[in-house]
């Protein structure tokens, strides 16, 4: 009989959480869910505050990976608002699949391919060329078949003649921002990321060269055809074309589309 | 599809020799904290136990850490033998050893306990020395408790990931064990690919387990 004191204001308690916890949940089913290409991340979290405010009530949830892993969690059934992807390729794929809204589709931003090494490395390749050459043993790309930035060197390196005396030397990245930590950890001698990732961390790496790609660096944003929040996601990427989005953009090195 | 037969024998032979670390320093240190008392025994027995609890991501980090090519360990390796560590099979065997060490470890431990001190006193009593009284009188009374801490261990390091993924990456016939191979090809969206990895991985699992249980506890030392 002791313990009924105990009980009884127990089960209350539970309850009550319950409950917060499945308010909570209801809230965040109107939050819009923007899954962007990791190379978006820094600027991206800095936009949403500008978003927030000129829309009260709308809270950003971000959910960054590579474009690939991220077309397969909205082709899987993700909820997901907004897709915002690193390279044509898979926005064209989610397009064909009728998973985004074709007309509300807007490339909003452009990048650069760049090489970069170590900061404190003391070979710096002057050209593509030179990373065949055996002083660069670990070579860091984005993974083809799922990282945009992977598939851009590979174009690249196929263009020059140099993919297969390359690949043998590639470490597979699982991101652009991976790819960028292995060459800032030092653990690979050189690495394909774009330039405003080699931005965010220039203590640790430096540019050796910017590549130019066969066809030019663009991401496209639009909202998810089952997307929850149609409306407010179809404003999110007109957001990122307008003026003040595009001057966070360009801090962070981004290029105009 | 023969890249799955690469990645399960990438993976067999990561798995063997983590496995055969563990059979050395797991079962040595399990057998030092049974029979050796001294201060703060318990509060290393929680450090040794740790890699079960932490998340292997936490420990993926460490092992970055230590074994880097800027690490304490990574570069004292790079200076004097030339060797990195980070992206080779290697790497993967030690991440696939350190998860799984605690499963060795806890298991000769409580084996070990059990054994009756006074049977290795008489072995010394009758002239046999240390080394003989393990191999000969400790080692096979405990050999049920270890063995099924082994095939554990065995079992964890088939299907690590996370650690492994952080030191040894996913490079295809190198470092890209199954479990690697099958989230890659998720994330790439190559279904076809993903649905065989995941076949071979499950016959793999209950195979494994099969044999655990042919050689499982009651079969393979009768006890004295």
């Known amino acids: 009989m002791d313990d009924l004191p105990i009980r009884s204001t127990t089960l209350p308690r539970l309850l009550a959480f319950a ?3 499945g308010l909570s949940l209801a809230a965040q089913a109107a939050d819009l869910t923007v899954s962007a290409a990791a190379s978006l991340t820094n600027a991206f979290k800095d936009l949403a505050p500008l978003f927030e405010a000129a829309n009260p009530g709308t809270k950003l949830q971000f959910n960054f990976a590579a474009s690939g892993p991220l077309l397969q969690q909205i082709v899987k059934g993700a909820p997901v608002d907004v897709f915002a992807s690193a390279d044509q390729e898979t926005m064209d794929q989610a397009q064909a699949q009728g998973f985004v809204q ?27 060329k030179d990373l065949a050459q055996p002083a660069f043993e670990r070579v860091a790309i984005g993974l083809p078949a799922s990282v945009p930035v992977g598939r851009y060197a590979q174009g690249v390196l196929e263009a020059a003649g140099l993919w297969a005396a390359i690949e043998p030397k590639m470490i597979g990245a699982q991101s652009v921002r991976q790819a960028l930590d292995y060459v800032a950890r030092g653990e690979v001698d050189a690495g394909f990321v774009y330039s405003t990732d080699a931005a965010l961390m220039a203590d ?20 998810i055809a089952a997307g929850p929040n149609g409306a407010v996601a179809q404003r999110f990427v007109e957001f990122l074309t307008a003026p003040p989005a595009q001057a966070v953009l360009a801090k962070y090195g981004f290029g105009k589309p | 599809m023969e890249g799955a037969w690469v990645a399960l024998a990438l993976t067999l032979k990561v798995a063997g020799w983590a496995t055969a670390l563990n059979l050395i320093f ?26 079960m609890v932490m998340p292997p991501t936490v420990l993926g980090y460490y092992m970055l850490v230590l074994i ?3 690490g304490p360990i990574g570069a004292w390796l790079l200076q004097h033998f030339g060797i990195r560590l ?17 499963l060795v470890f806890k298991s000769a431990r409580a084996a070990f306990e059990t054994v009756d001190p006074q049977l290795e006193d008489a072995a010394r009593l009758l002239g046999i020395g240390e080394v003989g009284v393990f191999f000969r009188v400790s080692l096979p009374l405990a050999g049920r408790g270890v063995l099924a801490g082994l095939l554990l261990a065995f079992a964890r390091a ?11 990456g996913s490079i295809p016939g190198k470092t890209q064990t199954l479990s690697i191979a099958v989230y890659e090809a998720v994330q790439a969206g190559q279904d076809d690919t993903a649905n065989f990895l995941v076949a071979v991985t499950s016959v793999t699992c209950i195979a494994v387990l099969l044999s655990a249980g042919r050689l499982a506890p009651g079969r393979v030392a009768p006890r004295a």
Request: proline share 8%; no cysteine; net charge positive.
């Open chain 2, 86 to 102: 980070i992206f080779t099979w290697q790497a993967a065997v030690i991440a696939a050893a350190v998860v799984s060490f605690p």
């Open chain 1, 204 to 223: 640790k790496v430096k540019v050796a060269f910017s590549v130019p790609t066969v066809k030019p660096i663009l991401y496209p944003a639009a909202p």
């Open chain 2, 26 to 51: 797991g079962v040595g240190v399990g057998y030092a904290m049974a029979r050796w008392r001294f201060p703060g025994r318990e509060l290393a027995d929680a450090v040794l136990t740790l890699p």
């Open chain 2, 68 to 70: 880097g090519t800027h």
């Open chain 2, 158 to 168: 088939l299907g690590e990931f996370g650690a492994t993924l952080m030191v040894a």
């Open chain 1, 19 to 21: 409950l917060a916890a």
């Open chain 1, 102 to 128: 074709a007309a509300q589709r807007r490339n909003f931003v452009s990048n650069t391919l760049v090489v970069i090494v170590p900061a404190a490395s003391a070979r710096v390749p002057a050209g593509l």
